[in-house]
């Protein structure tokens, strides 16, 4: 399946996202080694762009949403209760728990 945002095929989850916010993600997460200039610069360019678009931080925020939704389950090793009260030995009589 293609993920096609405004016309243009992304070929990464990091291209996505880029497209569809509009801006690099770099802007936003910084880069690592960064000197504190560089972060200072960076931030002061993201406030500027902000303040220009107003819907931007309404799209970062879909966005945010969506990739939260999507990759909860991964990103905090969440096992549905009823596969985990499945997995659970069950616990045989006048045994201590």
């Known amino acids: 399946m293609k993920n096609i945002v405004s016309g243009h095929v992304a070929v990464s989850a990091d291209e996505f ?4 916010l509009g801006t690099p993600l ?10 504190e200039m560089e972060r200072a610069a960076r ?3 993201a ?3 902000l303040a220009e678009e107003l819907e931007l931080l309404d799209r ?3 966005v945010a949403a969506e990739a939260i939704e999507a990759f909860a389950p991964n990103l905090f090793n969440v096992i549905p209760l009823s ?3 499945a997995r659970r030995r069950p616990v045989r009589k ?4």
């Open 83 to 85: 596969c985990a009260a």
């Open 47 to 49: 406030r500027d762009i």
């Open 26 to 35: 770099d802007l936003w997460l910084g880069v690592e080694g960064e000197s």
């Open 43 to 45: 931030m002061d360019a």
């Open 17 to 20: 996202v880029e497209l569809a």
């Open 94 to 97: 006048g045994a201590v728990a």
């Open 60 to 62: 970062v925020s879909v």
